[in-house]
């Protein structure tokens, strides 16, 4: 059976409330045995990864640019795309699910890239940005469902699993 893994979407810069959430959001998907998977920068990608790494998980870093010195110290594998923003296709489709948090225009690339690949994908709400302006919406009439809205993280755990049917 593959690795389950789930992506996590968010912004480089945001202050210390949103880390903090995406730090233990990154510390819930890996008590769930989860790997996650990020764009593997700064900001909610690095506050998640280490949440993760410090639970014990396993973390992949899909980077825009060529060099790995640029990835976070928290990430265990790193993938140097040299993909720029394109590489935002890869983050979203790499996860069985995704969950934004906070984010501006490249998270919300990424919330549309996984909806039109039919993935599931959870918004933590009180972090703002994207995530919490699409919480509850449709992205487009393609789905039935909609960007599930989740308050803390392990609600947007617990809603990817019983999206997931793990």
């Known amino acids: 059976m593959p690795m389950r893994t789930v992506s996590v979407i968010g912004g480089s810069e945001c202050d210390e409330q949103v880390l903090a959430m995406a730090e233990e959001l990154g510390a819930e998907i890996a ?12 900001g909610v990608m ?4 280490r949440g993760a790494k410090r639970a014990g998980g396993l973390t992949v870093g899909i980077i825009p640019s060529e ?21 935002n296709f890869l983050v979203a489709r790499t996860g ?10 490249g998270t ?16 933590l709400v009180p972090t703002g940005g994207w995530a919490a302006r ?7 009439a393609r789905r039935p469902d909609t960007v ?15 999206a997931l049917g793990w």
């Open 31 to 42: 008590r769930r045995d989860v790997v996650l998977v990020c764009g593997g920068l700064g």
């Open 108 to 123: 919300l690339s990424e919330m549309a890239i996984a909806w039109f690949s039919g993935k599931p994908v959870v918004a």
């Open 134 to 140: 699409l919480a509850g919406s449709k992205i487009d």
């Open 67 to 87: 060099s790995k010195a640029t990835v976070n110290p928290y990430v265990d594998i790193v993938v140097p795309t040299g993909l720029g923003y394109a590489r």
């Open 96 to 105: 069985d699910a995704v969950i934004a948090v906070a984010g501006a225009a």
């Open 148 to 162: 599930v809205p989740a308050e803390t993280p392990v609600e947007a755990v617990d809603a990817v699993f019983r």
């Open 46 to 49: 690095e506050a998640a990864c």
